[in-house]
């Protein structure tokens, strides 16, 4: 279920090389594609100050059904690849529409739904990782 998404995180190191902030083009572009298919309480994490974290930003949003769960992951994916040019190291929960992740080494993107969004609360697990609320 959900919690193997974060799992998947496990497997790889985050790029120490590449620096990334918040007005980074991949991050810009993934916020904007969020936006633009409607995703709601869109939340950054930054966690660059934090050694054990698995890369330098989170970024959250919620969906309020499967298809916009979808809809959202899949244009994030496309967009990032047209704009950036880059493909995501991973992605998983696809098939299960509770918890998409979708993984660019020093960005992660989780698009939830709400209850597990409210069941895994990851704001509250990274809450010494300064915060930012994107608007819709």
Known sequence: MPLTNLNALKTRKKNSVVRLTRNS??????????????????????????????ADFFIICQASNPNQLRAIADFVEKDVKEKCLENPYKHEG???????????????????????????????????????????
Do not use: C
């Open 25 to 54: 083009k991949i991050f810009k572009t993934i916020i904007h594609a969020i936006q633009e298919k409607k995703g709601e309480a869109i939340l950054s994490l930054d966690l660059r100050q934090i050694p054990e974290a698995v």
């Open 94 to 136: 696809k098939q299960a529409q509770q918890w998409i992740l979708i993984d660019y080494v020093n960005i992660v993107v989780h698009v939830m739904l709400p209850e597990p969004r409210k069941f895994y609360r990851l704001e509250e697990m990274w809450s010494d990782a300064p915060s930012l609320e994107h608007l819709g």
